[in-house]
């Protein structure tokens, strides 16, 4: 049988999981690629040849000295092109796709579970912000191997995506996976309010708030025990400096 040309829509989706799991692990036994694979059709081999494919278009890894797969086609081009460093515009296009492969609305994804929602233009809004959170949170804390960045710690119950730059001060980066870092709840707080902050160095700053709790030993244990101690930084998706730089000038206290 001849082999089927890859599709712009499903070269897409390949982007889409090319964010979502660690480049190491874009293998045809992954659960993510079988999952996927089976929703467009292809080969398991096949999707994870087309997520290598786009990675050797990826500058960060060509940084790492990984190039990724060698023989790539033109179209991965045109869509790296298109969507790399428009988040927005890849987080929601790659999931509507994917649910029309699925043959269900968008809303329905068991990923996203979006329910009761209100009708017209505000219905629009809320799927396609949940759907961008979804998508964020994914790409982040697969690039961290879904470990926090400061502590190390695995627990999937506690982990989080943290925006550098806050949801509310940059709209165009709110999925942005270079505006994100991996933490814990209770370090994602602190990092939200200022109490912490990464520098473009990648070091974890604590702020002399702190200085005020010299008697409780949980701000040793929790907080300045951390105090420049380098971040775990993630495979791909490296945190912006230009961003960190601001939430060190603007946000930390």
Known sequence: ??????????????????????FSQGVKT?????????????????????????????????????????????????VWNEFHGNW????????????EFQKRPIEESTEIE???????????SIIKTRVNQSFFRSAVLMAY?????????????????CHILSWKSSKENRTNPHNGLCLNGLHHKAFD???ITITPDYKVLVSS????????KSVEKFFKIYNNQKINLPKKFLPSKEFLENHYKTIFK
């Open 1 to 22: 049988m001849a082999r089927k040309d890859w599709s712009k829509e499903e070269t897409i989706i390949a982007f889409n999981v090319y964010c979502k799991i660690p």
């Open 193 to 195: 309010n200022g109490l």
């Open 145 to 161: 191997d879904s470990k926090c960045c400061i502590t190390g710690l695995t627990v999937p119950y506690f982990l989080e995506a």
């Open 209 to 216: 708030y702190f200085n005020d709790f010299t008697n409780d």
């Open 114 to 124: 979006l329910t009761d929602l209100p009708e017209g233009k505000e219905r629009e």
């Open 30 to 78: 992954n659960p993510t690629i079988i999952k996927y694979a089976n929703i467009i059709g292809r080969t398991p081999s096949a999707l994870a040849m087309k997520v290598g494919n786009i990675g050797r278009l990826d500058p960060e890894l060509k940084k790492r000295g990984i190039g990724g797969l060698q023989h790539g086609a033109r179209l991965e081009e045109e």
């Open 88 to 99: 927005d515009k890849l987080a929601f296009e790659s999931e509507k796709l994917i649910a």
